[in-house]
């Protein structure tokens, strides 16, 4: 059973905080892996993708990550209260056309 | 900007109504979900598709089919609607290879209530 696990929260921050979100994954053979922003009541947004080892940045988000951990991380620097809502790791086992998603960390910045 | 429309954001049906959700997007992705997402259970697979009047099931497919004439269109059909179908449904569509592979776009959704 391919998996991805994300500590479903609410994680709390400070207004002007690093929020920091995690995910592992179980499928060795993951290549692709996202990050999805949803606001309570609408869709999933994408967010930002990394394919290889390291951190990939996007203004104020920075997605890492390791695979020979299995895990993948997304900060969120100078966190906004509009920053508040649940971000779903996606991962894509190479050449197949499904991602699997995590069930999604509820994020809160607090002003 | 991939555009992925849904033809109705809030519906009521009565149990036993056939219910169609249609889905169109402008990307000329190949791929394209259908997707329901309940509290605490995250987004569950219901069908997906890979090319037209292809399909393949996702991990809860039973209650539900799907229709895929053209590639910029994919239905989601309840052939007899139930109560436990009641719940927010999501299509999103990707392409296949290349920048930004199996990236999913997804739609507004649309919440489907079966009274």
């Known amino acids: 059973q391919k998996e991805v696990e994300q500590n479903s929260g609410p994680l709390s921050v400070p207004e002007g905080a690093i929020a920091s979100l995690n995910c592992t994954y179980s499928d060795r053979g993951s290549q692709s892996f996202f990050w999805y922003r949803q606001y309570s009541g609408k869709s999933p947004e994408l967010i930002m993708s990394i394919y290889s080892n390291g951190d990939k940045e996007d203004g104020r988000f920075t997605a890492q990550l390791n695979k020979a951990s299995q895990y993948v991380s997304l900060l969120i620097r100078d966190s906004q209260p509009s920053d508040s809502a649940t971000y779903l790791c996606a991962v894509n086992s190479g050449g197949y056309q499904k991602v699997t998603f995590g069930t999604g960390t509820k994020l809160q910045v607090i002003p | 900007d991939v555009k992925v429309t849904q033809s109705s954001r809030y519906l009521v049906k009565r149990t036993g109504e056939k219910v169609f959700l249609e889905c169109v997007q402008d990307?000329?992705?190949?791929?394209m979900f259908w997707y329901r997402q309940d509290p605490g259970l995250g987004l569950r697979l219901i069908y997906f598709s890979y090319d037209v009047k292809m399909k393949e099931k996702g991990d809860i497919p039973e209650g539900y089919s799907v229709s895929r004439e053209k590639k910029e269109r994919f239905s989601l059909i309840l052939e007899s609607a139930s109560t436990n179908q009641t719940s927010m449904y999501l299509c999103a569509s990707s392409h296949t290879g290349g920048l930004g592979a199996y990236e999913q776009y997804f739609g507004p959704g649309t919440r489907l209530t079966v009274t």
């Open positions: 990307m000329d992705h190949e791929n």
